[in-house]
């Protein structure tokens, strides 16, 4: 029976990547718990244990006493000096449990505690394996679809996380069986496991996208300055090359416009602007708003706050605002100003 212990606890260590003194120090603990609630809560208990020969030694501590009344706990003189010559009454002899004794209580004890510490284990290394992707886009399988509330439980390697409807991509057309990528937003450990955060509507997953689909932005040739978005709608993207010879927007298009097309048909169909990135805050802005032909860019130098006011062609008004203002309020969250709109014939109103 020990024997049977110990291989499971090394092949634990070795496999799992749980340590064998800490098992150890579970079971001892766990040993000393079983005898107590066997021999009417003595807990006093000596476990020793001996790796290389693969073997538990337990003893129970009695008080040697003139009469029994507490079998678990008590001796008498007469059985404590088969034990011991030198017994005295008051005092205590230990009684080493034989296999019929111990080794039920050892071999169920260790048997939970392997099982627990598999467990407990294979959490630890998924909370491991999860935190090395955090902030990284990895690919999932949906097991199942709530019809309620229209949630996604998903699969991803040993793990599994849901995404709420809140999350998902406008009406996602998808089904129990397909595969789908999600950014991993967070990780955060619970009993229960790990708790892993997850996303289709973080403007970072577009973002990620971009890098494992265009080679530029993953070697750094080209940079991602900041991404604003309304998730199953509408992205803009704002872009720098770092080498004067390639041209940030038509790589990221690519050729027949294949890379970019590959990124919006993940996204189902979300439109992404693509942005040309400026240090100069004025052509940033100018750049922010297209499709619409900015005419001027005007900043009030005695305030702080980072506000501009944008003139266009009278004809240009609704395009630069957008439907329902989508157009400038994506520009502003990419851009950090707050843009205000007013049309080259001199009627001003804000957005």
Request: glycine share 8%.
């Amino acid at each position: 029976m020990s024997a049977e212990i110990f291989k499971s606890l090394r092949l634990l260590e070795k496999e799992r990547g749980i340590s064998m003194d800490f098992m150890l120090e579970k079971i001892n603990k766990a040993i000393v718990a079983a005898c107590k609630n066997n021999y009417d809560g003595n807990e006093e208990v000596i476990v020793s244990i001996d790796e290389e020969k693969s073997l538990f030694k337990v003893e129970l501590l009695k008080t040697v006493v003139k009469k029994v009344e507490i079998p678990g706990k008590e001796i008498s003189l007469t059985e404590a000096k088969k034990i011991n010559k030198k017994a005295k009454l008051g005092e205590q002899v230990g009684i080493v449990l034989d296999t019929k004794d111990f080794g039920r209580i050892a071999a169920q004890t260790a048997r939970n505690i392997i099982r627990q510490g598999i467990k407990d284990g294979e959490k630890s290394l998924i909370t491991k394996e999860f935190q090395n992707k955090l902030n990284q886009i990895v690919s999932a399988l949906i097991e199942r679809i709530d019809s309620k509330t229209g949630a996604f439980t998903l699969r991803i390697g040993k793990a599994e996380s849901t995404l709420p409807k809140n999350e998902q991509i406008g009406n996602e057309k998808v089904k129990e069986g397909d595969h789908l990528k999600v950014y991993v937003s967070d990780v955060k450990s619970s009993e229960k496991g790990p708790k892993i955060m997850i996303s289709r509507t973080n403007s970072n997953f577009v973002k990620k996208l971009f890098e494992s689909e265009i080679p530029e932005i993953a070697e750094g040739i080209i940079e991602i300055k900041s991404v604003s978005r309304e998730a199953g709608s509408r992205s803009k993207v704002a872009l720098v090359s770092n080498n004067p010879k390639v041209d940030a927007i038509g790589s990221c298009i690519g050729s027949h416009g294949t890379r970019l097309n590959a990124i919006i048909e993940e996204l189902g169909g979300e439109k992404i602007d693509l942005v040309e990135y400026s240090e100069d805050p004025a052509k940033y802005i100018a750049a922010a708003l297209a499709p619409a032909h900015v005419i001027n860019v005007e900043f009030n130098e005695e305030e702080t706050s980072n506000t501009c006011k944008v003139t266009v062609p009278d004809n240009q008004l609704s395009l630069a605002i957008g439907n329902k203002g989508q157009n400038v309020r994506l520009a502003a969250r990419l851009t950090g100003y707050k843009i205000d709109i007013h049309p080259e014939s001199g009627f001003y109103g804000e957005a």
